[in-house]
């Protein structure tokens, strides 16, 4: 199992963590988070990438929010009805790292790296809560992430993730759609299959860096052959 697949080398040490947020605007400085969903992966010791557990939370809007009429009409989300289990920020942000860090201690990695389809959206909404929140370990990565609407403009030649989930070859349910939930768990499986598609690239490369590493510790610690005695003279 020497050539197992793990982790922490496919990403660089870098967990990636799915995520899809829920809002009452485009606005992460003034409009309200509502709704939060993330998706831990798994990788195979084949490097087969896998979607594995979600979490997702209601989210209750931080005192002054703006809510977008057009945007509640899109996500379908009725922030103050008295049966929907919103949680206030901190507390959603807090239960979700939790289970986020324990993620990233199983897999052995450094830090958690944000996925989305368009991720600078839900990176910017998930930063914008943490800084209201004032919480200090934040186990995203502040401004680095996966795209999945860049990836799936490359291997399929969309970018609605509607669309590259139809064009690599998965079904798609309009009815769901608009769901924290279900928007982070197509956005796992079309980054599962992107990954698993351009597995190949990845295994060259990574015999690449194998062979150059052979080679600099070969640099470092010479095997030295010990020279041949001389013949005696005489």
Not at 157 to 181: K, N
Request: hydrophobic share 45%; net charge negative.
């Amino acid at each position: 199992m020497g050539d197992a697949y793990q982790m922490k080398d496919r990403f660089r040490g870098f967990l990636p963590v799915v995520v899809d947020c829920e809002t009452g605007g485009f606005l992460s400085a003034t409009d309200a988070l509502l709704e939060i969903a993330a998706v831990a992966l798994r990788l195979d010791p084949d490097g087969v990438l896998h979607r594995e557990q979600t979490w997702r939370f209601h989210v209750q809007p931080f005192p002054g929010a703006r809510l977008d009429p057009a945007s509640l009409a899109v996500n379908g989300i009725d922030p103050h009805h008295p049966l929907r289990p919103a949680l206030p920020e901190r507390d959603a942000l807090g239960r979700l790292f939790k289970e986020v860090r324990a993620a990233i201690k199983d897999a052995d990695c450094t830090r958690a790296i944000l996925v989305g389809h368009n991720a600078a959206f839900d990176l910017g909404f998930l930063n914008a809560a943490v800084a209201r929140c004032g919480i200090k370990r934040n186990p995203f990565h502040p401004f680095s992430c996966f795209d999945t609407a860049t990836l799936a403009g490359v291997a399929f030649g969309q970018t609605v993730l509607s669309r590259a989930v139809v064009a690599s070859g998965m079904a798609w349910e309009p009815e769901s759609a608009h769901s924290a939930r279900y928007d982070a768990e197509r956005t796992a499986d079309l980054f599962c299959e992107v990954c698993n598609q351009f597995r190949p690239i990845f295994a060259a490369a990574r015999g690449r860096f194998a062979a150059l590493a052979a080679l600099d510790d070969e640099a470092r610690n010479p095997m030295v052959e010990p020279a041949p005695l001389e013949p005696d003279e005489g």
